[in-house]
């Protein structure tokens, strides 16, 4: 008898008719798409690819979404789940959706866990309740208020979001928005690129006090908190067999500057970003990752990218 492993289902695939969406993506996708199956040999994930804007709806409107079904199913994949792996996995879940943490500082506190994680996985420890221990740990600083109050104290360190801001002028989004919206933001990012420094100074402080005003995620938090479980749920974060978690953090840390920056320059003078815009853009910005992914510079450490990833929140 073939033995059966676990399989999961959130409610956002649940509640997804594909047959309705038309947007760009879906027209040209293979029939099926936007469903993806994370099939692991012990181990199914349903799930949704982000590049399709109903999927990315909702995946991230609904403060349910991730209520997840848990059923059984013969394998299909022929990798495995690592119990390490597994559990750093759950571990950044757990930081991800724990209640007395803001966002910032949940993506604080996974990057604590993956630095602590890389040494141990260097110096060949790999029992998954040192994770387990580590987790827990850290919410147990986060309730107390002490996480909060380290990352207050982070060193900023502004080069590196300005190199960040310089690069989004290299992106090139395939946005489903009415021409002149398009245009605007398109055109607000090529001159990123080309910005001399003092400009470019400025326009990140801009940005940076127009994030911070973002009527729609002050008023659906849920949004960007949807964003960071999807991430960590669909690519089982860090990643199967990866071996550079600071790698894998600096990507995740720079989607997240990105979307901020993007949702701020979406917005107008009174801080409104219309909801569809907001799904556009995060759903065309996974699009283009996807295709070009965000990469450590060449003979770093672990450390050096995850303390620039860091740096971005
Ligand atoms: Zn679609």
């Known amino acids: ?47 949704l690819a982000m590049a399709c804007e109903s999927a990315a709806k909702a995946i991230l409107l609904d403060p349910e979404a991730f209520n997840l079904q848990v059923s059984h199913a013969e394998p299909q994949g022929e990798q495995m789940l690592s119990p390490w792996d597994e559990m750093l996995n759950q571990q950044c879940i757990n930081l991800a959706v724990h209640p007395s943490m803001p966002l910032e500082v949940s993506l604080y506190a996974i990057g604590v ?19 387990l221990a580590m987790g827990e740990q850290l919410a147990m600083l986060a309730a107390e208020g002490i996480l909060e109050q380290q990352f207050g104290e982070l060193p900023p360190i502004p080069q590196n979001s300005l190199a960040a801001l310089k690069e989004m002028g290299q992106l090139r989004l395939a946005l489903n928005l009415p021409m002149a919206e398009k245009m605007g933001v398109m055109l607000k990012l090529s001159e990123l690129a080309i910005m001399p420094t003092s400009r470019l100074e400025e326009r990140l402080k801009e940005l940076e006090l127009a994030d911070r005003q973002v009527l729609l995620f002050m008023e659906q938090p849920q949004i960007m908190r949807n964003f960071l479980i999807y991430k960590l749920y669909h690519d089982v974060f860090p990643g199967v067999a990866c071996v550079n978690y600071g790698e894998a953090y600096l990507q995740l840390a720079t989607t997240f500057f990105r979307i901020r920056m993007l949702c701020a320059l979406g917005t107008n003078g009174e801080g409104v970003l219309p909801t569809q815009t907001a799904l556009v853009l995060i759903s065309a910005l996974s699009a283009w990752e996807l295709e070009h992914p965000v990469t450590a510079e060449q003979n770093t450490t672990s450390d050096y990218s995850l303390l620039c990833g860091l740096s971005l929140l």
């Not at 033995?3 to 027209?27: L, T």
Request: hydrophobic share 35%; net charge negative; glycine share 4%.
């Open 1 to 47: 008898m073939m033995e059966m492993i676990d399989h999961y289902q959130p409610d956002y695939v649940v509640r997804f008719d594909a047959d309705a969406c038309q947007c760009p993506a879906c027209q040209q996708a293979p029939e099926g798409w936007p469903r993806v199956n994370v099939a692991l040999k012990n181990q199914q994930r349903e799930s």
């Open 113 to 131: 866990l993956l630095s602590k994680a890389q040494h141990y996985l260097e110096k060949g420890e790999s029992d998954p309740m040192l994770l």
